[in-house]
């Protein structure tokens, strides 16, 4: 990983749900599933980056999907092509989509989706060599859906739920998610859903890897802004993960 931040041109930068984003950045990144940047486009204020994990990249380009939550991001929401933009990384571990066999279930609430875009196209060139027989996902979202068709070509099934019922299943992903179908779990999401996927993945024996999302500051693993608890003692999400064994994290009670 690049511990110097690099300047590159936006290409593009836009509105696909309300409050959520889609940026895309001109260059040629070697980043894997998972993996998160730093990103900038101010000088001074607000202090820190903001960590933002890929959602997809080609031999041209690297995009971010990401929600307005605060001043980074809403600095981030204005920039135009041509403009330049800051970039740390690749940062953190990542899917070892080699090590996945058998029957995937991905499990994505909300910007938890972002990252698994990548994930998905990554699963698909390797699965006839590994013998993933099918890639199942599940996304939950309050009411607007995004980003849904770009997964189409790469999976088997999707199975959405909005907790409004606009679109799928009426309530909470974890409502309609049955681990034990599954050789393998991917999530990622607001804490409270991962811990419940867990909670339901380790009920039936089925392993299940996360992608913790945490407030960073350095991005390096230097400053452990970012800590999280595993049974292993504390990690830092930037450094160590962000990818956990689901087993092995203790997260927060519903």
């Given at each position: 990983?690049?511990?110097?931040?690099?300047?590159?041109?936006?290409?593009?930068?836009f509105?696909?749900?309300k409050g959520?984003?889609?940026?895309?950045?001109d260059?040629?990144?070697?980043?894997?599933p998972?993996?998160f940047?730093m990103?900038r486009?101010?000088?001074?204020?607000?202090i820190l980056?903001?960590?933002?994990s890929v959602?997809?990249?080609?031999?041209?380009?690297?995009?971010?999907?990401?929600?307005v939550?605060?001043?980074g991001?809403e600095?981030?929401?204005n920039?135009k092509?041509d403009?330049?933009i800051?970039?740390?990384g690749?940062s953190?571990?990542?899917?070892?989509?080699n090590?996945?066999?058998?029957?995937?279930?991905?499990?994505?609430g909300?910007?938890?989706?972002a990252p698994?875009?990548?994930?998905?196209k990554?699963?698909n060139?390797i699965?006839?060599v590994?013998?993933i027989?099918?890639v199942?996902i599940?996304a939950?979202?309050?009411d607007e859906?995004?980003i849904?068709?770009?997964?189409?070509e790469y999976?088997?099934n999707?199975y959405?739920?909005t907790?409004?019922?606009k679109?799928?299943?009426?309530?909470f992903v974890?409502?309609?998610?049955?681990p034990?179908?599954?050789d393998?779990?991917?999530?990622c999401g607001p804490e409270?859903?991962?811990?419940?996927?867990?909670?339901m993945c380790?009920?039936?024996?089925?392993?299940?890897?996360?992608?913790m999302e945490?407030h960073?500051?350095?991005?390096?693993?230097?400053?452990?802004v970012?800590t999280?608890?595993?049974?292993?003692?504390?990690?830092r999400t930037?450094?160590?993960?962000?990818?956990?064994?689901?087993?092995d994290l203790v997260?927060?009670?519903?």
């Amino acid at each position: 990983m690049s511990v110097e931040y690099k300047i590159y041109k936006v290409i593009s930068n836009f509105e696909i749900s309300k409050g959520i984003y889609k940026l895309i950045v001109d260059g040629k990144f070697d980043a894997k599933p998972g993996q998160f940047y730093m990103l900038r486009a101010w000088d001074r204020e607000p202090i820190l980056s903001r960590p933002i994990s890929v959602n997809d990249l080609d031999n041209k380009s690297i995009s971010f999907v990401y929600q307005v939550v605060g001043k980074g991001t809403e600095i981030l929401k204005n920039l135009k092509k041509d403009d330049d933009i800051q970039l740390l990384g690749p940062s953190g571990n990542y899917f070892d989509v080699n090590k996945l066999s058998g029957k995937v279930a991905i499990v994505a609430g909300g910007i938890g989706i972002a990252p698994m875009q990548y994930l998905t196209k990554a699963i698909n060139d390797i699965k006839a060599v590994n013998g993933i027989t099918a890639v199942d996902i599940y996304a939950g979202f309050r009411d607007e859906t995004y980003i849904i068709d770009e997964f189409k070509e790469y999976i088997n099934n999707i199975y959405i739920s909005t907790e409004n019922g606009k679109y799928g299943y009426k309530g909470f992903v974890t409502e309609i998610f049955k681990p034990e179908s599954y050789d393998i779990v991917l999530c990622c999401g607001p804490e409270i859903m991962m811990n419940k996927v867990v909670k339901m993945c380790v009920d039936v024996n089925v392993p299940i890897l996360v992608s913790m999302e945490k407030h960073m500051a350095c991005g390096i693993g230097a400053c452990l802004v970012c800590t999280c608890k595993t049974v292993n003692g504390n990690k830092r999400t930037c450094k160590d993960g962000p990818i956990f064994s689901g087993q092995d994290l203790v997260l927060i009670d519903n």
